[in-house]
Each structure stands twice: as structure tokens, then as C-alpha cells.
């Protein structure tokens, strides 16, 4: 097992890892750009680093300062978290070539999910069910004839995307050509490849994903599902586990096919199958994230798994504890992301406490929120035995929680905690459009 550890990333992930490896009794190494100086992880953590001014780019995606920060530091691994440099096929190999462990799977493993279009390819070969699409497409011509052959309304996606970026739906071919130059734009500027596919756009859909631990001695485990499908411009809002619309039977079918695509790939450490279920409850793949998840304490509170120490344990070497027929679903946890609607600083925060009540945060009094990341100020996590419960407990816990000083989302995510729709279970990606009087026409 590992002695001491570094954690490239930072907010509430970074502070989820330290907690984790204080449990495992490992040293950990915080590293932060100059803007993160007075953040909380640089403070819980052993030992830390500054590697650069506040931009990403200047910091937290330098590869070359991460990794010397590493070795400097005499690290023996290093965890990613989520974002930032966490699916960099490069970064992973880097940490290879350098002999420091990449908590998470290897650069190619990366490399061949990364590709969405590849990794369609791949399921479809396994066996994995997969949406009706197309391959990478060459032009806006070549794109008119896959979506005439497909049948609008069509997505278009960048094959290297992810985060909603490089995403657009497509309902009537006039709208085709403007919809193809402005994604591959947005997906080149943010992922440095332009290319583009199309799939059928399945409406209305449930987002399902399965939460999979994958050993490097071959043995794989699903740790649940989750549904995702409440978002808001292609980002999650709430996420719990397990879903309203999955039965018994259908969560069989699921476990099956994610764990046929890890099989397929030969998946190590901890990755997500994504996918899109019809009203039929017709599965079918999207993609694998070949990270930790954001919302992956919803699986951890019921299945009772340690989802970040087992990714340390995996990269160490060690074996799976359990088999599948060890997993069971217990109980109904739900997941509120908290954030930021610009940036300020904190001059009240009150969290709120009690049985099976969680906020992973990096927020305290006094913390002036830098301008240069991502929105997340934390998750409010609850646990309970059912889901009417569950969903009693959150209602609860937001409106128990004061961020001051900042603007925020809490009182949107109670007013969807408090829908009937919501509370139904019958929802769909569709929700927020619905609310908001945007219902796509499709």
C-alpha cells in the first residue's frame, strides 16, 4: 500500500481524498494554484505545493508541475479526482513513464473511452446495446446524409466531448449545417479535436448509469445504479440511488451490460456506464467515464463501499474484497449539487447535521471563492431507509442550509425536491425544460 500520496485537484473532491487517505492512514500532498492559498485542502492536507497563478491552465492542468510536485514530494501515487487532468490519457502515461502510480486506469484505457465514437464501436462489438448513429463525420454533407438516414431529430456529439460541451440536438435538417460548425468549434476549443458523429435522438429518456469497481486481477463489481436525468444545460443537477424507474429485473440487465463493457475493454479501477433507457425501458450505452464520478457518495451510501479508498486500494494492487452476489442496495440516498451563481465571499455558512445528512464542501466563513473554476461549492448528501424519506430528509437539509455572501442555487433545488413530479419518480431529461416552459417540440 501506498505511504504517501498527492491529490491533483481541488475543492471538494481534493478534501474527499485527504479524508480518505487519513482513514488509510497515507500522507498526502496537497498542491494548489496561488488563488488556492487560503483553501481548505492546502490546510488538511501533510504537506503542500504551489504549482502556478490561478488559471488552469496555469496550474492544475500543467501536467509537468503536478508531476514534479510528485516527485519532489517522494509521492508514490497520484489521484485525480474528478476533471482537471483526471480522463488525460497523457498525464496517466506521464505518471507511468515517471514510476508514480495514476490512481485511476491506464493512459490507453483512457485513450480508447475517451473516443466516443471508438468506444460505440467497441460496445457495439461486445454485445453492449447502443444508440442508432453514426461514425466520425468528414464533413456537414457527410452529416446531412447520416441524419437522413437516421431519421430527425438527431444529437450531434464531439467524439472526444464530455461536460455537455460539443453537444447539439437537431430537429429539422435546415438547422443541421449552423449546429455542426458551432459544435465542432466548442469541442476543438475544449478538447483540442473538432470531430463530430450523430446518434437518434431517444426522447423522452431516463439517464441511468452504473457505478463498476474493476480489479487488475480481472474481478468486476456493479455498485448500483443512479439516475441523473434531472440536468440543466447538460449538467447534472440532482443524482440518487437507486432509481425510481429501474426494477429488479431491469437492474439485472444493466449490471450485465456495464459489466460486459468493463469486460470488454479489460476496465481497472473505478468507472461509470452511462446510459440512455427509453419509456419501453430499452437501455442503450452512451459512454464510460473512466473517473470518479461527482455524485458517487449516492452509491457509497447504499451499497456501503468506499468507492475513492477501494480506487487507492485498486491502484495498489489489491484485490476486490467481494463479489457481486456480496453487493446489496440498501435503503435510498439522494445527491444536491450546491452552485455557485458567480463568485464573492462567504460571510455566513450554516450546514446542517444529523443522521445520514452530508455536505461535502471546501467552503468555511470568511473564504473568498475564486473566479477561475468550476461552479461546485459542495453536495448535499442524504440517506435514509426509503425514498419518501430520502426525499424528507433533503427538503430538510436545503432549507437548513445558509451559504451567505454568494449567490447560489439552494432554493431551485428545493423547489424540485418539493415538485410532484419529482416525488413521482416518473421523470425524465426533460424535467428542467419543463419547468422552465422550454419543452423541447420532438
Known sequence: MFT????ANRGEIAVRVIRACKEMGIRTVAVYSKADAESIHVALADEAVCIGEGPSRDSYLNMERVLSAAIATKSQAIHPGYGFLAENAAFADLCKKYGVAFV????????????????RRTMQAAGVPTIPGSGILSSVEDAERAAAKIGYPVMLKASAGGGGKGIRLVEQ????????????????????????????????????????????????????????SIQKNNQKLIEESPSPGVSGELREKLFEAAARAAKAVGYVNAGTVEFLMDREKNFYFMEMNTRLQVEHPVSELVTGKDIVKWQIRIAAGVELDCTQADIKVRGAAIECRINAGGVGKVDFLHIPSGPWVRF????YQGYDVPPYYDSLLGKMIVFSSTREEAIRKMQSALCELVIGGLPNNIEEQIEIIRDPVFHSGDYDTDFMKRREGSEPTA
Do not use: N
Not at 504517501?4 to 491529490?7: D, E, G, Q, S, V
Not at 443541421?176 to 478538447?191: D, I, Q, V
Not at 461535502?360 to 467552503?363: A, K, V, W
Open 4 to 7: 504517501k500520496l498527492l491529490i
Open 104 to 119: 485511476g486506469p491506464s493512459g490507453d484505457l483512457i485513450r480508447r473511452m475517451g473516443d466516443k465514437d471508438a468506444a
Open 173 to 228: 435538417p435546415e438547422g443541421l449545417r449552423e449546429a455542426f460548425e458551432t459544435a465542432s468549434r466548442e469541442a476543438k476549443a475544449a478538447f483540442g479535436d473538432g470531430r463530430m458523429y450523430l446518434e437518434k435522438y431517444i426522447h423522452p429518456a431516463k439517464h441511468i448509469e452504473v457505478q463498476l469497481l474493476c480489479d487488475e486481477q480481472g474481478h468486476a463489481v456493479c455498485l448500483g445504479e443512479r439516475e441523473c
Open 360 to 363: 461535502d464542501t471546501f467552503l
